[in-house]
Each structure stands twice: as structure tokens, then as C-alpha cells.
């Protein structure tokens, strides 16, 4: 039996696009900087990957490249990261994660630890330079290949819907590293964040895989919406119906709001499951 109680740890998982940020991080980066239309941007991908019956991913991220080197510009690593500056967020998401530190520090006094992380079908080389960066223990997302003239290449990590869920893996059973297998037999006691320490927050039925792999597993899953979109708003009563999600609610992250209380509200069941679970560990350890 192990020495101490190691799973002390909630973790907070969020999707970015239409979860953090109201639209693709495209729509306020590489698109605007390439002078193209996001609606014809994406119809096209759609396209494409009809006719050629190929990863939607995988043509969007071919697409990009194309369309930067038929325009002659060059959109390096420094460069998207700067073109993150220019991303908006939805009310309250920049406070969000110190107001959301400070409530587990509270509650537990200072016994439950708190981590963020982000799995996004997105670009990594953007969100590097996003305002919150500083919040999040490990960001996963679609990455490209930099040649020697430091220009995007061909995607080396594609993540879509189902790929997600390999993150949530990882963060798990703490191999972060995704050059390192997960395939690997780990007992549950030894995973550093089991589920049912874990929340996921996504926006919509791309995030399905992930809601529902957490949920399955103990965990809890919520989803937003867009104020005032009643299609955004019908997914999530989907999902609901579905029993995919625990709550959904306004993506409104400012304090008081029904986001942040229903948050609050399994954090503080996750709380107290730990407390329960590390005050049953010390007993088992003393009957030994």
C-alpha cells in the first residue's frame, strides 16, 4: 500500500472554440491576417473533404498552408502567436481561472490542488500566444511542422472529436508527454487525477467524445452557450436529454453567474469525495 494519498488533484478541461473564445480562434488570427472570409473559408474545407472523402482536420490544416503560400506570407511560430492577441473571450473568462484557484483553495483549505487544461482541435502555435496562457498546465492541440525557413509545413499532431479523448487519458493517468504510449495497464489507485476528479467543459457535440469518456469514468461534464443563440442553446438541451452533461448554462464566465455556480457546485462534491477518500485512505493505512 502506498505510503500517502496522492489524488488530491481536480482537474478542469476545457475546449476553446466556442467554450473560451465566442468564435474559432481562426476567425480572429490567420483568417483576418490572410484577408479571407471565414464563411468561405470553412464552406471549402466542407467541401474538399466531401469530394476527396477526406479528415476534415487534416484538410483544413492542408488548406491553411496553401492559402498562406498562394499569398506570398509568412505566418511563423512568433507571428501566430502574436495574431492571438486579438482574440476575444467570453465575459469573465480572463478572471475565470484565479477566481476558480482561489474557491478550491478555500473550500479545502489548502488540501486540494487545481489544474486547467485545454484539448483543442485548434492550432498549438496560437494558443502559445493567448492572454491566459499562464493558466494552464498543459495545452493539447493540432500542431504544424516548421521547416528550416521556419514556415509551416504539414500538420505533426492532428486532433479532432474522437482524438481528444487520448488527452484526457493522459491527463489521467499523468503522462503528458504525448510522445509517451498510454497503452500501458496503470491500476486506478496510481492514476494522479482519476476521473471522478475531473470536469470537461466544451460548447457543443464535438466535445461528445470527451463529455462522455469523463462522465462514463465518475467525472462530470457541462456544457455553454452562446447568450442569446438559440441553436447553441438547442445543443445543449440535446446533450442534456442525452444524459452527455451534468449542467449546461450561458457561456458566461463573470462572478455570480450560472456558470460559475454550478462549477462551483461539483467542485465542491469532487472536494469533498477527496476528503472522503484521503480520510478512508489514513484509516485502511491504520488497520494494516
Not at 471549402?44 to 498562394?70: F, G, H, P, V, W
Request: aromatic share 12%.
Amino acid at each position: 500500500m502506498r505510503k500517502s494519498f496522492r489524488q488530491n488533484t481536480v482537474a478542469l478541461v476545457y475546449d476553446f472554440d466556442g467554450t473560451l473564445s465566442p468564435q474559432p480562434m481562426q476567425e480572429y488570427t490567420v483568417l483576418p491576417e490572410l484577408g479571407l472570409s471565414p464563411q468561405a473559408f470553412w464552406e471549402e474545407c466542407q467541401r474538399e473533404a466531401r469530394e476527396y472523402n477526406a479528415d476534415a482536420m487534416l484538410t483544413y490544416m492542408r488548406l491553411l498552408i496553401e492559402k498562406i503560400e498562394s499569398r506570398r506570407t509568412h505566418l511563423n511560430k512568433k507571428k501566430l502567436r502574436e495574431l492571438a492577441k486579438g482574440i476575444r473571450y467570453f465575459p469573465g473568462v480572463e478572471s475565470w481561472f484565479d477566481r476558480i484557484n482561489r474557491h478550491v483553495q478555500t473550500v479545502s483549505d489548502g488540501k486540494v490542488k487545481v489544474k486547467h487544461y485545454i484539448v483543442s482541435a485548434g492550432l498549438k502555435e496560437i494558443l502559445e500566444g493567448i492572454k491566459i496562457r499562464r493558466h494552464f498546465a498543459r495545452m493539447y492541440a493540432s500542431e504544424y511542422y516548421f521547416d528550416h525557413h521556419d514556415a509551416a509545413r504539414f500538420p505533426t499532431v492532428v486532433i479532432n472529436d474522437t482524438s481528444k479523448t487520448q488527452y484526457i487519458f493522459r491527463i489521467n493517468k499523468g503522462i503528458e508527454d504525448i510522445n509517451r504510449s498510454i497503452n500501458d495497464y496503470m491500476p486506478e489507485a496510481d492514476r494522479p487525477i482519476p476521473f471522478e476528479n475531473m470536469l470537461y467543459i466544451g460548447d457543443g457535440l464535438t466535445d461528445v467524445p470527451c463529455m462522455t469518456v469523463t462522465k462514463n469514468n465518475g467525472g462530470f461534464a457541462v456544457a455553454v452557450y452562446k447568450p442569446r443563440n438559440p441553436e447553441s442553446q438547442a445543443v445543449c438541451r440535446k446533450l442534456a436529454k442525452a444524459n452527455r452533461i451534468d449542467y449546461f448554462a450561458p457561456a458566461d464566465y463573470r462572478p455570480g453567474k450560472t456558470l460559475e455556480r454550478r462549477v462551483k457546485l461539483i467542485l465542491d462534491l469532487i472536494m469533498a469525495r477527496i476528503m472522503f477518500h484521503k480520510e478512508q485512505f489514513a484509516f485502511r493505512r491504520g488497520i494494516d
